[in-house]
């Protein structure tokens, strides 16, 4: 894989459809309506969708694609691929909250080793570069020119004093239960594959996801966060989390800066 090719290419179709995006965000009013799953779609989800699969198919025509929008594209595993979710958080897009994402994957051997997370409504831009190192890029995001780039690191946590993020829309119980097992100096809620970034850019420590995802909805995020340093393991038993799964079904999760004192359920 040609990596310069690749940060290029996935970050040019990260800003593409993150403008489509945002121009249905604009309009007064956009159509909602319900997968086979009940989970929401909505134009947005569908326009980002097709720019980004045309883009990388284009680009990458013999590296298989995974999006959540093309339920063909999803039938059988693979292990080297590229994985796309064109808008996470279309609950907070539909609420017009402003956490949603792109999120573009490159997958080898089931690990995620690059990938992009553009929250358009937010202005943040985290991507892997050509050597893997996460950086956080700041400015008018230009498609042809890169703007200032900043390299991100997670931190050495204090299990005395930990920072905390969790989902803004599909918190529970449960998780509220897992988090106390931990001391918690601050606790955070952010939308979508955010929370993969906030760890990654040392804004928190841990994220515990309990709840329900699929390989797109996490592939981008835990991508940045390695290439920050950072770790995503299997919630019951502390495996590493991979990719390229049977249906694409993720277990529970935990994303964390290394040095955290995890705790079992």
């Given at each position: 894989?040609?990596?310069?090719?690749?940060?290029?290419?996935?970050?040019?179709?990260?800003?593409?459809?993150?403008?489509?995006?945002?121009?249905?965000?604009?309009?007064?009013?956009?159509?909602v309506r319900?997968?086979?799953?009940d989970?929401?779609?909505?134009?947005?989800d569908?326009?980002?969708?097709?720019?980004i699969?045309?883009?990388?198919?284009?680009?990458?025509?013999?590296?298989?694609?995974?999006?959540?929008?093309?339920?063909?594209?999803?039938?059988q595993?693979?292990?080297?691929?590229?994985?796309?979710?064109?808008?996470?958080?279309?609950?907070?897009?539909?609420?017009?909250?402003?956490?949603?994402?792109?999120?573009?994957?490159?997958?080898?051997?089931?690990?995620?080793?690059?990938?992009?997370?553009?929250?358009?409504?937010?202005?943040?831009?985290?991507?892997?570069?050509?050597?893997?190192?996460?950086?956080?890029?700041?400015?008018?995001?230009?498609?042809?020119?890169?703007?200032?780039?900043t390299?991100?690191?997670v931190?050495t946590?204090?299990?005395?004093?930990?920072?905390?993020?969790?989902?803004?829309?599909?918190?529970?119980?449960?998780?509220?239960?897992?988090?106390?097992?931990?001391?918690?100096?601050?606790?955070?809620?952010?939308?979508s594959?955010?929370?993969?970034?906030l760890?990654?850019?040392?804004?928190?420590?841990?994220?515990?996801?309990?709840?329900?995802?699929?390989?797109?909805?996490?592939a981008?995020?835990?991508?940045?966060?390695?290439?920050?340093?950072?770790?995503?393991?299997?919630f019951?038993?502390?495996a590493?989390?991979?990719?390229?799964?049977?249906?694409?079904?993720?277990?529970?999760?935990?994303?964390?800066?290394?040095?955290?004192?995890?705790?079992?359920?």
């Open positions: 894989m040609d990596h310069e090719k690749l940060t290029k290419v996935m970050r040019e179709l990260a800003l593409v459809a993150g403008e489509k995006i945002m121009e249905i965000y604009a309009a007064d009013d956009f159509e319900s997968k086979s799953d989970s929401p779609v909505t134009a947005a569908e326009a980002a969708d097709a720019i699969s045309a883009g990388l198919r284009d680009a990458f025509p013999d590296v298989a694609l995974v999006t959540e929008e093309q339920v063909n594209s999803h039938t595993t693979v292990s080297t691929f590229f994985i796309v979710d064109p808008l996470d958080g279309t609950k907070e897009f539909i609420k017009r909250r402003g956490e949603f994402t792109v999120n573009i994957a490159y997958v080898v051997g089931g690990n995620p080793v690059r990938g992009i997370v553009y929250a358009p409504a937010k202005g943040r831009l985290f991507y892997t570069n050509a050597a893997g190192q996460s950086v956080e890029e700041t400015g008018a995001f230009a498609r042809d020119s890169v703007g200032q780039t390299p991100i690191k931190t946590p204090d299990n005395a004093a930990l920072l905390v993020v969790a989902s803004k829309s599909h918190r529970d119980q449960a998780t509220d239960d897992y988090i106390d097992k931990y001391n918690v100096v601050d606790m955070k809620s952010a939308g594959s955010l929370k993969f970034c760890v990654a850019a040392g804004e928190a420590d841990l994220y515990p996801r309990l709840g329900r995802t699929m390989e797109w909805d996490t981008a995020g835990h991508a940045v966060l390695a290439g920050a340093g950072g770790e995503v393991v299997c019951d038993d502390h590493p989390l991979t990719y390229g799964k049977a249906g694409f079904e993720n277990p529970h999760f935990i994303a964390l800066a290394p040095g955290v004192a995890l705790e079992f359920p």
